[in-house]
Structures are given as structure tokens and as C-alpha cells.
């Protein structure tokens, strides 16, 4: 299950929101994957994460290495940091998400955060719909 998290090829299959996702560079149990949104047709973020693979606790860290906006407006992402984890139970495995993101203060910020928590539900849903396909 893990490698369905992990596997670049894949992103692409529960991110259904990027305008693309480029693999940047990659090493024995990581990557750098670049992903372009595109709202509006005004707004587009391309950011910039690591990510690493520790088999030893199923968990797939990310970090953000950078990320840039068109829009001087949007608060800016400071850092962000998160993980994805397998625990296996009983009945099958349990997949925990967890990110944390750190914005520059600004007159939109609560926007932003607002709409961030929305998209991100968006995404679980997405992600959750992904792993019960694949997993069947």
C-alpha cells in the first residue's frame, strides 16, 4: 500500500487537480516532484516538494522546497511540511495524512486558509476514492 502513496507514476491518479506534476529529481528512497495549479485562469502556484519513503515506519514524508505564485496578492507559503502513514489493522490498513503549512500574514491569508482547508477535503476525498479503486 505504501508504494501506491509513494510511486511518482501514480500522483497523478489522486492530485487530479494539478495542471501537471513533474518528477525534478530523484535518489535511492526519494524524490523531487514540482506540481503547476491553475485557478481561474488568473492564478497559478507551482511548488516544489521532497519527497522520501521510510518503509521501516510506512510513512511517506513531504516537504516543500519551494513555491512561487503569479499573484503578489495571495499570502505566501513559508513552509510546509507533512506525512502520509499505513498502519495495518484487522481489517485492512488504516492511511493517515497530516500536513502542516506556515503563511505569511496577510489581508487574504484567512481566504486563503479557508479555501486550503475546502481543496484539501476535496483532496482527501479524491485520495480516499484512489486507494479503495486500487486496493480492490
Not at 514540482?34 to 518503509?55: C, D, G, P, V
Not at 516537504?63 to 510546509?80: D, G, V, Y
Amino acid at each position: 500500500m505504501i508504494n501506491l502513496i509513494y510511486n511518482f507514476k501514480k500522483i497523478s491518479k489522486y492530485a487530479l487537480g494539478a495542471k501537471s506534476i513533474e518528477l525534478v529529481r530523484q535518489g535511492e528512497n526519494w524524490y523531487d516532484v514540482t506540481f503547476t495549479y491553475r485557478k481561474l485562469l488568473i492564478f497559478e502556484n507551482q511548488s516544489t516538494w521532497r519527497r522520501a519513503l521510510n518503509r521501516h515506519e510506512y510513512k511517506v514524508v513531504f516537504k516543500m522546497i519551494s513555491n512561487r505564485n503569479n499573484l503578489n496578492i495571495m499570502p505566501k507559503m513559508l513552509s510546509s511540511t507533512g506525512y502520509y502513514q499505513v498502519r495495518p489493522e484487522k481489517e485492512g490498513c488504516r492511511v493517515e495524512y497530516f500536513q502542516e503549512c506556515k503563511l505569511k500574514s496577510g489581508f487574504l491569508k484567512d481566504i486563503y486558509i479557508n479555501k486550503a482547508k475546502k481543496e484539501a477535503i476535496i483532496f482527501l476525498h479524491e485520495f480516499k476514492e484512489y486507494i479503495e479503486k486500487t486496493c480492490d
